[in-house]
DNA sequence: TGTGAATAGGCAAGCTAAAG
DNA sequence: CTTTAGCTTGCCTATTCACA
């Protein structure tokens, strides 16, 4: 790769501010690594305005003349060089000690002549900035709960991390460090997160780039339960669409800005939209936290309607309900499925329509009826169900897609496909009729406005699932 | 008819409960 | 206690959709 053929002191005496100059920097390695390259190892950078908007909202407690950073991933360093330049131009320090994690080897040579302009810059400024690239894997590096040197727990004022998100495999080597804060599926990021909250000093700061699949999810829960314990929740930003473009043109993710104080003290969360005019919501903790979700806040005529649904004491099991998964994993079992109408019905998701469950359908590719010697488990009585697409809404959608059912005339039995979630009686001796207004009564709630702001401030991936159904709280319904 | 966006579906793998 | 089967879950991507 080559070295950009300018010195950092032209730059300083052309008046660059650190974030104008580290964008050139940036702008070299994007041309030199493709995007399928970066994406491997997930090395995206911050843009600069959001990197600025960020830095913008920190906050330093340390009463001292001196100040320590970290910078978990910093890539080329635009999150440490917009927030060197917000807390020069805002605090009074006379050190600033930075430290940057980066084992990227294609970037280290760029990192390395951004630390030399930031150097000058400070020095510029009348601040020593001792700054030090560590070239450890930290993630990979065993053992973590002790950090490694030159890292040591709870040693910063401050925590910045765009860190990469890719999954690690349950089998892999840096998840089996990590047992304590991984539940099944992990994503790289969450680690960092977790190393960013044991940096942090007591009344120290972190700020996170991640997506926001942490909020809610099984797979986050030991993470969630880490940050709420450890720390107090300053302020989030959110993208309101996986398609929002602010790191770079391809990237699709939702993502948010986690700001984090390690205190006790008790504050109110600053919640706001990436790129938005409006002024920050200010939000209690225990509205935004609860059960260990974090609840994202909506418009303010939906977090109205997000309160009143949450102080509603009922749950699905007090009407007699359960809630479970479709039992048919079509590739691991494809014995068992069939074309033949003599066998039994096999529901897809794409048979449940909102309202109606319309099988067969004409012309689907997937064989729509399973085995009568398949495993009793798999097949299903006919009584009343209520059968629920496992997808979240989208932009057309904005209600559940479900269904009342009563089983097919002409068949006794049927099978459900691991996408459609069912609703079913736990006692099958209730009579019918009694059945009927129960679960016409529950339907109505499900895709009513009520229950459906709650899923859309709950889910934050594609799937709604059983877990998010058995927590809907149900009101006192008239049946 | 071509293109980018939206979404349904593919699929892996952790977890749990049952079986040995 | 160990092994296995099968239940759930979330992420990724191939397919479909919508619109020019």
Known sequence: MSIIPFSSEAYITDG??????????????????SYSDRSKIGQFFTNLNLAKDIA?????????????????????????GCALEFIINNYEFDVINLDLVEIDNNVLPLLEIVVDFLSLWCASRNVYLNSKIITLDIIGSSPVENLFYPLQIESYDLVISNPPYFKIGGKSRVSSYYKNIINGQANAYTLFMYLGINLMKQGGSAIFITPQSYFNGDSFKKLREHLISNTKIVSLLVSQSRYTQFLEEKVMQKICITSLVKSNEDRKVLFNSINSLAVDLEIDQNNLIKDDIIYTPLIDSENHILNKVM???????????GVSTGSIVPHETPQLLSEDADQIPLIW?????????????EGFKRKQYIISSSPNKKIMKKDMYILLRRCAFSETRKHL???VFE?????????LENHVNYIYFLDKNINLEHKKVILNAVYDYLISDEASVFFKSRCNNTQINVTDIRSLPFPDLKI
């Open 407 to 415: 089983g097919f005339e002409k068949y006794e039995t049927f099978s």
């Open 16 to 33: 660059l501010s650190p974030s104008e100059f580290i964008e050139k920097v940036s702008q070299i390695y994007l041309n030199y690594r």
């Open 349 to 361: 998701l794409k048979h449940v329509k909102d309202g109606e469950i319309k099988w067969p359908i």
């Open 56 to 80: 913008n909202r920190v906050e330093i407690s340390s009463k001292s003349k001196e100040i320590s950073i970290i910078d978990l991933g910093s890539g080329t360093g635009m999150l440490s």
């Open 311 to 321: 102080s509603y004491g009922k749950r699905l099991k007090d009407f007699g309900l």
């Open 401 to 403: 897609y479900c269904s």
